[in-house]
């Protein structure tokens, strides 16, 4: 069996918490970023956060793949669970939705989880405890998979542990001796700066596509010009795809630069999973055959339903929204 | 401390999943009710029915716990988790909104929880295995609290198990003793035909205030007849308060009848939690001291947010509402 997108990434449980600005404040939360946190400072953060309004399975490649069978496409996933009810859940929901999904879960670590603060804004700024995700390394890199998937896409998040580094240095690899694309997502602009050498070998050296946000892409480039930071990529990958929230989302090759808007929405309740959702949409126009500037548009209705709810995945079935 | 509310009730996570009215009849679900299913039977549903929407805490009168807290009313919670990562989430979530919980866990048993099957026309359809919530015994009452609150509210749903009536008894012999108020959800029209004489017994003999949908009090009363229930129980309890959905909902009390209007909502997406939140905003105005009207006023309003999206509990500070 091939698939349209074969995805590394961590394997993580959302819990969502409504706050204010005052308590991110009060307790040191960078607004709008993803921090690593370890099981103290979570768990700290959780008792004092107030209550959960919703639980859902999440981490950023895993919701793509979810995006990307709502829109139809198929796929595989690597990552790592643990043998706990999360575990059972997270794989469930990618299972349910046709993601191939046997990565063995880790027998002594339990399922990581992302605390993700919503203030009033619809910003949400989220605290990992990676858990069991940090045990992926090579050895969990499923070849065949990778050989056979049209694109193998890798969720930047991973750098943070040098395993999960050693084990996209073996997919990509594994990709480019088969003659398959390489698609990265930043993830962070502050994991980006805590790698950013690592970073810049790899979309220099192996990856075909690369998502970022401007936050992302200008961190990459060490500049706050997002022109220059556009021409810099532009001479490392064959394609970037820059999102930019409200202001829609800037795609750049070699040649030509697209101007994609963003799909409107009536209401933004939560930001959780856009990017997520608009990588699902354009990576499913690409395997298609679409144009760039369709899967582009594909990319804005698929982030438009995300940001409308709470929770990081589609409640609708994308298909029918294209 | 003293509370204006203190409840018992199953402990549950719910684990919402969007489905559609085939998948109900193949797998021959009983639309818009709460069945209990055994262990294989939820798996089986669960591996069927397709990716998680998302999860939540739930169990019905823990849902009105949180709507009367997001209200300002105070309350305490009695109801028994398991030691997994489901009854920690289900605990956070009640003592995170000052609901006083320290039912002991069960050592055995997982927390229980309830399959929602949510389809197109926002019905739920509730598969519920009860897990640790079955232990709950007259041991774990807790005799202060009962006697020290305002109103002591019993969810129908605990009928199920016969430890858990006596449970109810216990408490229902305390509150008297205290010279306080007992109020009973009926929970579901099907669980009161499983317990019919015993529900009677408890409501003509000891419940001020009964919560009932329409059917659940055509069904206690075996009558197809709105007005011949409604007459039925308004020679048993001092004050009945029977919801209708669209409808608005019904208060009855010897001397009167009122109507009050549904308060209008822009889209319906899921109607779960819909009268444990009316429950909360009625009793809630009942021990401020509000009229009937005014009561079943804020009942409505609380209601109405929690049907405007996915999940059990309130996501706005329904104080700010009223």
Redesign the interface.
């Known amino acids: 069996m091939s698939y349209d997108l074969c995805a590394i990434g961590n394997a993580l449980v959302d819990?969502l918490v409504?706050t204010d600005d005052a308590f991110l404040k009060t307790n040191a939360v960078t607004k709008g970023s993803m921090t690593l946190v370890d099981d103290g400072r979570s768990k700290e953060l959780?008792?004092k956060?107030?209550?959960?309004?919703?639980?859902?399975?999440g981490g950023s490649a895993a919701n793509t793949l979810?995006g990307l069978s709502s829109l139809g496409g198929t796929s595989a996933f690597m990552g790592k669970v643990g043998l706990?009810?999360?575990g059972k859940?997270f794989t469930?929901?990618?299972q349910?939705?046709n993601v191939h999904f046997t990565t063995p879960p880790s027998r002594d670590l339990?399922t990581g989880r992302c605390l993700i603060l919503v203030t009033p804004d619809a910003q949400r700024s989220m605290n990992t405890f990676l858990g069991a995700a940090v045990e992926f390394g090579p050895d969990d890199v499923d070849a065949t998979l990778v050989q056979q998937a049209s694109i193998t896409y890798l969720e930047g998040y991973l750098f943070d542990k040098p395993t999960a580094q050693a084990a996209f240095r073996k997919a990509a690899k594994l990709v480019h001796d088969a003659e398959r694309r390489l698609a990265l997502t930043l993830s962070d602009g502050f994991c980006v700066a805590r790698h950013r050498d690592a970073f810049l070998d790899l979309v220099s050296g192996e990856v075909d596509i690369l998502f970022a946000n401007e936050d992302e892409l200008k961190s990459l480039y060490q500049t706050q010009d997002l022109k220059a930071a556009l021409a810099a990529v532009r001479g490392h990958t064959e394609i970037a795809v820059v999102t930019r929230g409200a202001k829609g989302a800037v795609i750049a090759t070699k040649e030509q630069l697209y101007d994609i808007p963003a799909h409107p929405v009536s209401s933004v309740i939560d930001t959780t999973g856009a990017g997520d959702l608009y990588a699902a949409g354009f990576l499913y126009g690409l395997t298609q055959g679409k144009t760039l500037s369709e899967a582009g548009r594909i990319g804005a209705i698929a982030a438009s339903e995300v940001i409308s709810?709470?929770?990081p995945?589609p409640?609708k079935k994308l298909r029918d929204l294209i």
Request: without cysteine; negative net charge.
């Open positions: 819990i409504s959780y008792q956060a107030g209550a959960a309004v919703e639980m859902a399975s979810a706990d009810e999360f859940i469930h929901d990618l349910a939705q339990a709810h709470y929770g995945r409640q």
